[in-house]
């Protein structure tokens, strides 16, 4: 809004000095005089009065009620417009002047100034703040993100029993070994890409976790496999029998531990009793993850569970009241899938101690996928927020975050991309530690971009993180 105001000023200097010429009139100030003529009365104009005054003449004294000027004033006769009044006689006071039509008008020009500033402030109405449609944002992240991936996600857990079974069978096979291998990685990736969402059909029936148990910080995957395979129960090796116990047991975690051994090599072996029972085990939790993420194409495909309350949401609904709840509900779900990539994996692992022990703490490293794990979790963020429309809802003005936040996505995930070796010898090496640094920075960067520039432009409030205490 703009204050308009219209300032009218006439200088009260201008106004004491101007004055007509006239013979014995002087332009300048009665201090720069010594002496006046015989005979002369002049009228002086204080300069913070608006009186005349008279001037003494010579030789007279200072005669009860004569006021003596004290600071600068104008030798001049009254201005022409105005009568000047008959010069008093000793001892007489001249009355106050009235005052001049300059400051009159110098008054009127200031109340009018006033007056007009104040009516433009009820006239101008404030400028309205442009509405935030927050109604296509859940959905859109549903439609276009979750459905497709978990799909892809379904698909590629599909591959998993029949590479187990061959490497099972075949042990000596590097082949088989290897073709399992890139089915686990594959799998890794697809289910990192589905697991930043952490809403809707995930949060139903424990299925992030069914998954796989990430956070770990508590070592909990790898004590229940060692001790169930310590003391091997047959309901572990059937879908049914797995479904009943543990989530620690069910997902990709645990897959990893029983097929892959501490220094990432296939250790999938049905020759043995024990390798019989691992392989059991090992295509039980295949067939449970391809149940899990059918079930879960399903659920966010015809929205049930979680997923329907978010696309919702009314003054009935338990969960969410009204679209922009439910915007924020995803969105700080987003922010933890960030916060546990960045402050629950790379954070720690860049802590001062053991190389190994260090990079065991990542996610999927036992089998060497801490990279896949990383990157593909970083970049599916960045195409959640793509697909949600989230930058697109914002103002006009904060419409630049689209093309700052697909810039330090794509600069960290390249730079995951680009590590050849495995996480335990880039944290031993200096220079490839440093590059690790660098890209935990600029994910801290992707991280205020989304949680303080984004979260504002939307009028987002929240910014809870699930892990927080973890």
Known sequence: MRLFGIGLSISSASVRHFRVEASGCSNKPASDHTAFGPGKRFWFRLSDSRALVPSPLKGEGQGEGVRRPQKKYN?????????????????????????????????????????????SLLAVPVSAQP????????????????????????????????????????PASAE??????????????????????????????????????????????????????????PKATKPEGLREKSVALQGLSALEW?????????????????????????????????????NLKEAYGKGEGQTGLLLSPSPENPLVKTQKEAVEEVFNALLTGLALLRDQVLERVLEQSDPRARAARAPF?????????????????????AAGGFVEAAPEDGRWLSGSLSFENKLAVD???????PLSAVLGDEKARRRLEVIALGTANFRDLMGKQLAG??????????????
């Open 75 to 119: 030798l001049c006769p009254p201005h022409p417009a105005r009568s000047a009044p008959a010069s008093p006689t000793r001892g007489e006071v001249q009355p106050p002047a009235r005052p001049g039509i300059h400051n009159r008008l110098t008054n009127v020009f200031a109340r009018v100034a006033l007056a007009l500033a104040a009516l």
């Open 457 to 470: 432009y939307l009028e987002l409030s929240g910014g809870f993180n699930a892990l927080d205490g973890d």
């Open 258 to 294: 029983v097929a892959f051994s501490s220094h990432g090599d296939v250790v999938l072996d049905g020759s043995s009793e024990k390798g019989a029972f691992a392989c059991g085990y090992a295509g039980a939790i295949a067939a449970r993850l391809t149940n899990t993420a059918e």
């Open 365 to 385: 490293s036992r089998s060497g996928n801490e990279f896949v794990y990383l990157a593909g979790g970083l970049g599916a963020l960045g195409e959640a927020i």
């Open 131 to 170: 509405t935030i449609d927050y109604s296509p944002i859940v959905r859109n992240l549903v439609e276009n993100y979750a459905v497709p991936k978990s799909a892809v996600l379904a698909e590629t857990f599909a591959k998993l029993p029949e590479a187990i079974d061959a490497a099972c069978a075949d």
């Open 176 to 233: 088989k070994k290897a073709a399992f291998a890139n089915a686990f990685r594959e799998s890794v990736d697809a289910y990192v890409r589905v697991a930043v969402l952490r809403f809707g059909a995930l949060a139903d029936e424990n299925r992030l976790e069914r998954l796989a148990f990430i956070p770990d910080a508590r070592s909990v995957v790898r004590r229940q496999v060692d001790r169930l395979m310590a003391k091997p129960d």
């Open 415 to 421: 730079a995951l991309n680009g590590f050849s070796e």
